[in-house]
C-alpha cells in the first residue's frame, strides 16, 4: 500500500495493460486500421500508433493488407498479429504416454508429437528426461519454421503444487511429491508452468473444441484417471488449492475395488480406461502385458460387434459416470457437460447410460439435466489447451515479449 | 459498441463507480479524514472532498470526532458511514418459519422477527401475504428508530429464477412456478431481491460468522431441505442457472426412500431435520402433528440424555452428509465446510461422523480433509445474509440513493 503512489510503478503497469489491450483487439478483429483500434479502445490515435509500434517491434503484429471499414474513404491499413511472432509449447506427461505440441500466435498447430510409453514403476527424473528431450526436438522442429518458442506449458496427472512446480499426489503414476523442474527433472531452458492435465483437457475444448458455445462446462478427461476441468464464466475454477475437479474419486460404489488414493469404489475403478478394459475381457497396455498398441481400438471393435463383456464393462462405467456427473450438476450447475479423452471413442455406447442416469438423478428439479457433448478432440485436448495457455500469457502480458 | 465513446454516459458511470470506492474506503476505515481517503484511493483531495460532499448529502457519511492520523500534526475531521443513512431489509420464507431481519449501514442488527408457522399444504398467495405484513411491521418498527429501509432480499428455498422472481420449483414448500411478485404475491413497496436461502444462509455465514477466515468455503443449511451455499473469493458461486449447491439431491443411498424431487435416497431423506426427528422415532413440526413448538430442542435433550435411536439416527445423517460432502471436496475443494441451520444445535453429535467420512473419502489425496466448522448463526444466516446483501448494494451503488 505504501508504493502505490509510486508514479513510475503506475506507468509502467498501465502501458503494460494497455499493449494487451491493443493486442487483444488485434489478434479479434484483424485486420484492423489504427483509427478503428482508437474506437475500439478509447485510446487517442496517437497513443494507439504509438501502441502498436512497440507491438511491431516485437515482432507481435505486422501492418497488413489494406483495409476498407466502413462505407465511404480510402482503404486503411490494417494491423494483424503475426502468427510466427512467438510460439507456444505444450507438454504432457500421463500415464501411458508423453504429448508435445506447439502452436503459434494464430494458435495454429505447427508441431505435434505423441509417444505412446508406461510409466508405471518408472523413475519419475526418466519420465521427465524423456519430456525434456521431446521438448527439446519440438523447439528445433519450429524455429527451422522460423518460429521462436516463448514459453511451455506442462500437463500432469494428479494434484499438484503450481507455483512450487512439485506434483504432490498422482496416484496412477505412483508420483508423490515429486518436483518437476531442477535435476533430475525437467530441463526447458524456457518460462515454464504447471498444470493438472484435466484442467488443461478443458482449456483446449474451451479454445480448439466447442468453446464458448458450450456456456461453463464440465470436462471430463477419462484416461487411466479421471479428472474434470471445470470452466466457468471462460476459466478454469480451481478450487482453493487448486484440486477441484477431482472427480475420479468420487464414490461410486461403496463397496467396490481399492484404489490407489487409499479409498475405496473411487469412479475411476469402474469408469477408468484400465477399469472398463479389465471388465470386457481385455489385455491393459502395460510392461510386459503383452497388450496391442491401442487397447481402447481393440475395445471399440469389440463394442460394435456386440460383445456383451465389453457392452456390459462401458454400461456399468457409463452409469457410474452418470452418477458422478449428477452429484457435480447438483453442486456446480454448468451449462454443459462434454466427455473427453478416452470416453469420445466410447460416446456412442457410454453416453446413452451417462444420460439415463443424469436424467434422473438431477434433471427433475431443474427440468432436464444438461446437455452431454463428446470432445472431439479426444486425448489430445489437454497438450493443446497447454500450448494455447501459453499464447493467452503472451497475449495477456505482451509486455514480457518486448 | 458504438456507444462507448459517449462522454456524458463514461462520466456518469465514473463518478458512479468513484463514489463507491469512496463510500467503500470509508467504512472499511472509518473514522478517515479526506487527506488519508485521498492516499488511499489514489483521487486528488478537492476529487475526495467533492465526493465526500454528495455521499453526506445523501446521508450516508458524516464528518465525525477529530483523527490523529500519523504521529504529528493537528489532528483532521473524520468522515464515517452514518449508521442510519440506510438500512436494508432481510426477509425469509422456510418450509416451518418466516422471519424478518433490518441492518443498518453499519451492519447492526437493529430488527428481528421470527414466525413459526407450517407452510406445507398452504396457499403461496397467504403464505406472501403474510411475509407482506411482517415486512410492514419491520419498516415500521425501524421508522420509529429513524431509520429508513433502502431496499429488500428474500430468501426462498428452493430453485428459482432470480431475475423474474419466479420459485420454480420448492419441493419441500410443493411450490411450482411460483411468481412471488404481484398479486396476490410479495406487496413491499421497496426494490426487492431474490435468492436462494442457502446462497444467502452463506452470505450470512461470511459477514456476520465465521468471516473472511474461513476462506472459501461451502455452508450447509440444515433445515427440512438441505442446501449448500459455495462462496469463493468473497462472492457466491451460483453456477450457471443459479442451481449451484443442491446438495440436498445428492444421491446418499441409491436404495433409499424416495424424494419429493422425484429422486430416491436423497441427502435430505436421510440427514434433513425431519429425516432425523422420524428416524429418531420423534414427532416433525406440521399441521395437526401435536409436535413440540421446537422438535430439534427435543432431539437435543434426547442426544444429550443418551437415546440409542437419536444417536443412531444422527450417526447416520452425519455419515450421510459426511459422504456428499467428500463429493463436494472433491468437485469444488473448499478451504473449509461450515455446518449451518439445524445442524449448529447437533453439531456435537453430528460433527465426528461427518468429519470421519470426509478423511477417507477426499482426504488420502489431498492430505487431511478441509475443517468442518460450525456456524454460530444457525437458523438465522439467511435472512441476516438477506439484509446484508440489500447494505453490500448500497455500499457498491451509492449513486443510486442519490
Same mark, same amino acid.
Given at each position: 500500500?505504501?508504493?502505490?503512489?509510486?508514479?513510475?510503478?503506475?506507468?509502467?503497469?498501465?502501458?503494460?495493460?494497455?499493449?494487451?489491450?491493443?493486442?487483444?483487439?488485434?489478434?479479434?478483429?484483424?485486420?484492423?486500421?489504427?483509427?478503428?483500434?482508437?474506437?475500439?479502445?478509447?485510446?487517442?490515435?496517437?497513443?494507439?500508433?504509438?501502441?502498436?509500434?512497440?507491438?511491431?517491434?516485437?515482432?507481435?503484429?505486422?501492418?497488413?493488407?489494406?483495409?476498407?471499414?466502413?462505407?465511404? /474513404?480510402?482503404? #486503411?491499413? =490494417?494491423?494483424? *498479429?503475426?502468427?510466427? $511472432?512467438?510460439? %507456444?509449447? &505444450?507438454?504432457?506427461?500421463? !500415464? @501411458?504416454?508423453?504429448?508435445?505440441?506447439?502452436?503459434?500466435?494464430?494458435?495454429?498447430?505447427?508441431?505435434?508429437?505423441?509417444?505412446?510409453?508406461?510409466?508405471?514403476?518408472?523413475?519419475?527424473?526418466?519420465?521427465?528426461?524423456?519430456?525434456?528431450?521431446?521438448?527439446?526436438?519440438?523447439?528445433?522442429?519450429?524455429?527451422?519454421?522460423?518460429?521462436?518458442?516463448?514459453?511451455?506449458?506442462?500437463?500432469?496427472?494428479?494434484?499438484?503444487?503450481?507455483?512450487?512446480?512439485?506434483?504432490?499426489?498422482?496416484?496412477?503414476?505412483?508420483?508423490?511429491?515429486?518436483?518437476?523442474?531442477?535435476?533430475?527433472?525437467?530441463?526447458?531452458?524456457?518460462?515454464?508452468?504447471?498444470?493438472?492435465?484435466?484442467?488443461?483437457?478443458?482449456?483446449?475444448?474451451?479454445?480448439?473444441? /466447442?468453446?464458448? #458455445?458450450? =456456456?461453463?462446462? *464440465?470436462?471430463?478427461? $477419462?484416461?487411466? %484417471?479421471? &479428472?474434470?476441468?471445470?470452466? !466457468? @464464466?471462460?476459466?478454469?475454477?480451481?478450487?482453493?488449492?487448486?484440486?477441484?475437479?477431482?472427480?475420479?474419486?468420487?464414490?461410486?460404489?461403496?463397496?467396490?475395488?481399492?484404489?490407489?488414493?487409499?479409498?475405496?469404489?473411487?469412479?475411476?475403478?469402474?469408469?477408468?480406461?484400465?477399469?472398463?478394459?479389465?471388465?470386457?475381457?481385455?489385455?491393459?497396455?502395460?510392461?510386459?502385458?503383452?497388450?496391442?498398441?491401442?487397447?481402447?481400438?481393440?475395445?471399440?471393435?469389440?463394442?460394435?460387434?456386440?460383445?456383451?463383456?465389453?457392452?456390459?464393462?462401458?454400461?456399468?462405467?457409463?452409469?457410474?459416470?452418470?452418477?458422478?456427473?449428477?452429484?457435480?450438476?447438483?453442486?456446480?450447475?454448468?451449462?454443459?457437460?462434454?466427455?473427453?479423452?478416452?470416453?469420445?471413442?466410447?460416446?456412442?455406447?457410454?453416453?446413452?447410460?451417462?444420460?439415463?442416469?443424469?436424467?434422473?438423478?438431477?434433471?427433475?428439479?431443474?427440468?432436464?439435466?444438461?446437455?452431454?457433448?463428446?470432445?472431439?478432440?479426444?486425448?489430445?485436448?489437454?497438450?493443446?489447451?497447454?500450448?494455447?495457455?501459453?499464447?493467452?500469457?503472451?497475449?495477456?502480458?505482451?509486455?514480457?515479449?518486448?
Amino acid at each position: 500500500m505504501t508504493k502505490s503512489g509510486n508514479a513510475p510503478v503506475r506507468h509502467a503497469t498501465m502501458r503494460e495493460r494497455n499493449l494487451a489491450v491493443v493486442l487483444e483487439r488485434i489478434a479479434r478483429h484483424q485486420p484492423v486500421t489504427r483509427a478503428r483500434l482508437a474506437e475500439l479502445t478509447g485510446f487517442t490515435k496517437t497513443t494507439v500508433s504509438n501502441l502498436v509500434a512497440l507491438l511491431e517491434d516485437a515482432g507481435l503484429v505486422r501492418g497488413g493488407a489494406p483495409v476498407h471499414e466502413g462505407e465511404r /474513404g480510402r482503404p #486503411g491499413v =490494417g494491423v494483424s *498479429v503475426r502468427g510466427d $511472432g512467438a510460439a %507456444g509449447l &505444450g507438454l504432457e506427461v500421463n !500415464v @501411458d504416454y508423453l504429448a508435445a505440441c506447439v502452436l503459434d500466435l494464430g494458435k495454429r498447430v505447427r508441431y505435434r508429437h505423441v509417444i505412446s510409453s508406461d510409466h508405471r514403476g518408472r523413475e519419475p527424473g526418466a519420465v521427465l528426461a524423456a519430456l525434456s528431450a521431446l521438448a527439446a526436438e519440438a523447439v528445433s522442429a519450429v524455429a527451422a519454421q522460423g518460429l521462436s518458442v516463448a514459453g511451455a506449458a506442462v500437463a500432469l496427472p494428479g494434484l499438484l503444487d503450481r507455483e512450487d512446480g512439485v506434483v504432490r499426489h498422482a496416484p496412477n503414476l505412483g508420483w508423490t511429491d515429486v518436483p518437476v523442474t531442477g535435476a533430475p527433472g525437467l530441463d526447458l531452458a524456457l518460462p515454464a508452468e504447471y498444470d493438472n492435465e484435466a484442467n488443461l483437457a478443458a482449456l483446449g475444448e474451451l479454445w480448439f473444441g /466447442g468453446g464458448a #458455445g458450450l =456456456g461453463d462446462f *464440465v470436462h471430463v478427461s $477419462g484416461e487411466i %484417471g479421471i &479428472g474434470a476441468g471445470i470452466v !466457468v @464464466d471462460g476459466r478454469v475454477f480451481r478450487g482453493a488449492h487448486g484440486f477441484a475437479g477431482e472427480l475420479g474419486h468420487l464414490v461410486a460404489e461403496p463397496s467396490g475395488p481399492p484404489c490407489s488414493c487409499g479409498g475405496r469404489g473411487c469412479l475411476e475403478q469402474i469408469a477408468g480406461q484400465e477399469a472398463i478394459l479389465r471388465a470386457a475381457g481385455l489385455p491393459v497396455a502395460g510392461p510386459g502385458t503383452g497388450a496391442p498398441d491401442d487397447p481402447v481400438r481393440t475395445l471399440v471393435a469389440r463394442l460394435e460387434a456386440g460383445d456383451p463383456a465389453a457392452r456390459d464393462a462401458v454400461e456399468r462405467a457409463g452409469r457410474a459416470l452418470g452418477g458422478a456427473l449428477a452429484s457435480v450438476v447438483n453442486i456446480i450447475d454448468p451449462d454443459t457437460v462434454v466427455l473427453g479423452g478416452v470416453f469420445s471413442p466410447l460416446a456412442d455406447w457410454i453416453r446413452p447410460p451417462i444420460e439415463a442416469v443424469l436424467a434422473g438423478g438431477s434433471g427433475s428439479l431443474r427440468r432436464g439435466a444438461p446437455p452431454v457433448e463428446v470432445s472431439g478432440l479426444a486425448e489430445g485436448a489437454a497438450v493443446l489447451g497447454a500450448a494455447g495457455l501459453v499464447i493467452e500469457r503472451v497475449l495477456a502480458e505482451p509486455a514480457l515479449l518486448l
